[in-house]
């Protein structure tokens, strides 16, 4: 088998194609030979050595894949073996082979292709923790959606078009035109303008029933003064921490002091609530996940859940596909292909 190594902490360079011996799954487990790999942001944390959750190195990230059940373990349902899957990974993603306990794969309707299907399980499952499950959005709510040109707000658009809410997005003004095509209602050019100036004219001065930032540190204030009440704030990520060496931990650091602090009294006092989500932490919910994989299969066949894949890169390739990802210049999902 073929796996993408990172030896240690750094920019894509550090990223090495090692040849292994194969893997064999235990009891309840199964061998996905896997067909596409999902690149997220935590990966490139990951590599940056600022991801807290990351095994020491050297190791292989990747926290998604989709691709075929070539060998199962004892105690698994025979029928499984040859079936086409996408699946949610603890790290070792990218690679030519992933061994999963069988609660973590899902069956991947023929509609998909491998690609498609490798850009489901993070950014869907975010988006619908953030926008169903916590962010309880309504039809008559706006939801504010930052980088909504990523995976996962492309995901939290699909969601909350669905649903019938307001949607605004602050993304570069290059992604705009797809954005307003994909149905967005109003775009903020994030880069060129005050995105909460703007959200506060677009509203009215009244501000977002709920708000997506994946940023972190300062931005998560602004967002949370952004909130109308009774207003949400979903916080996952903190990608404004990303850089290499000594920067990165800077950032970190830097990211971390401004970070707000939510006491109490003040969010009963004003009717807010925030929320924080780490799909890595939820490895002991396999139930739960799969109601809710569940829930968007039957949005895909229902036709408002389209997963969109920016662009596939080789598993050689995996250097230029981080970099490619630093660039913020991806509409959808950066997956890697075997």
């Given at each position: 088998?073929?796996?993408?190594?990172?030896?240690?902490?750094?920019?894509?360079g550090?990223?090495?194609?090692?040849?292994?011996?194969?893997?064999h799954?235990?009891?309840?487990?199964?061998?996905?030979a896997?067909?596409?790999?999902?690149?997220?942001f935590?990966?490139?944390?990951?590599?940056?050595?600022?991801?807290?959750?990351?095994?020491?190195?050297?190791f292989?990230?990747?926290?998604?894949?989709?691709?075929?059940?070539?060998?199962?373990?004892?105690?698994?349902?025979?029928?499984?073996k040859?079936?086409?899957?996408?699946?949610?990974?603890?790290?070792?993603?990218?690679?030519?082979?992933?061994?999963?306990?069988?609660?973590?794969?899902?069956?991947?309707?023929?509609?998909?292709?491998?690609?498609?299907?490798?850009?489901?399980?993070?950014?869907?499952?975010?988006a619908?923790?953030?926008?169903i499950?916590?962010?309880?959005?309504?039809?008559?709510?706006?939801?504010l959606?930052?980088?909504?040109?990523?995976g996962?707000?492309?995901?939290?658009?699909d969601?909350?078009?669905?649903?019938?809410?307001?949607?605004?997005?602050t993304?570069?003004?290059?992604?705009?035109?797809?954005?307003?095509?994909?149905?967005?209602?109003?775009?903020?050019d994030?880069?060129?303008?005050?995105?909460?100036?703007?959200?506060?004219?677009?509203?009215?001065?009244?501000?977002?029933?709920?708000?997506?930032?994946?940023?972190?540190?300062?931005?998560?204030?602004?967002?949370?003064?952004?909130l109308?009440s009774?207003?949400?704030?979903?916080?996952?990520g903190?990608?404004?921490?990303?850089?290499?060496?000594?920067?990165?931990?800077l950032?970190?650091?830097?990211?971390a002091?401004?970070?707000?602090?939510?006491?109490?009294?003040?969010?009963?006092?004003?009717?807010?609530?925030?929320?924080?989500?780490?799909m890595?932490?939820?490895?002991?919910?396999?139930?739960?996940?799969r109601?809710?994989?569940?829930k968007?299969?039957v949005?895909?066949?229902?036709g408002?859940?389209?997963?969109?894949?920016?662009?596939?890169?080789?598993?050689?390739d995996?250097?230029?596909?981080?970099?490619?990802?630093e660039?913020?210049?991806?509409?959808g999902k950066?997956?890697l292909t075997v």
């Amino acid at each position: 088998m073929k796996r993408v190594t990172i030896p240690k902490a750094g920019d894509s360079g550090v990223l090495i194609l090692e040849e292994c011996p194969d893997l064999h799954p235990g009891p309840g487990e199964v061998r996905i030979a896997v067909k596409a790999a999902g690149i997220n942001f935590a990966d490139i944390m990951a590599r940056q050595g600022l991801y807290q959750d990351a095994p020491a190195f050297p190791f292989t990230a990747g926290y998604e894949v989709s691709g075929v059940i070539d060998e199962i373990g004892e105690g698994v349902e025979p029928w499984l073996k040859g079936k086409s899957v996408f699946a949610l990974s603890r790290f070792g993603g990218h690679a030519s082979q992933v061994v999963v306990p069988q609660s973590q794969v899902f069956e991947k309707p023929d509609s998909l292709s491998f690609e498609q299907a490798a850009a489901i399980p993070v950014n869907y499952l975010t988006a619908w923790q953030a926008i169903i499950v916590c962010g309880a959005l309504q039809p008559e709510d706006t939801v504010l959606i930052h980088n909504v040109g990523g995976g996962v707000g492309l995901a939290a658009l699909d969601i909350a078009q669905h649903i019938g809410a307001k949607t605004i997005g602050t993304a570069s003004p290059g992604k705009h035109d797809y954005l307003k095509a994909r149905g967005l209602n109003h775009a903020i050019d994030y880069r060129n303008n005050d995105w909460f100036s703007e959200l506060m004219q677009l509203t009215g001065g009244k501000g977002a029933e709920l708000i997506l930032d994946p940023l972190g540190g300062e931005s998560w204030r602004k967002s949370y003064k952004a909130l109308r009440s009774p207003g949400r704030l979903a916080m996952f990520g903190i990608s404004v921490a990303s850089g290499h060496g000594l920067a990165g931990k800077l950032a970190l650091a830097k990211t971390a002091l401004l970070m707000p602090f939510f006491h109490p009294i003040s969010l009963m006092n004003q009717n807010k609530s925030v929320f924080g989500i780490n799909m890595g932490r939820l490895w002991h919910e396999p139930q739960k996940i799969r109601v809710w994989v569940d829930k968007l299969m039957v949005g895909l066949e229902e036709g408002w859940v389209n997963p969109t894949v920016a662009k596939a890169f080789r598993l050689e390739d995996a250097a230029e596909a981080h970099d490619y990802i630093e660039s913020r210049a991806n509409i959808g999902k950066v997956v890697l292909t075997v």
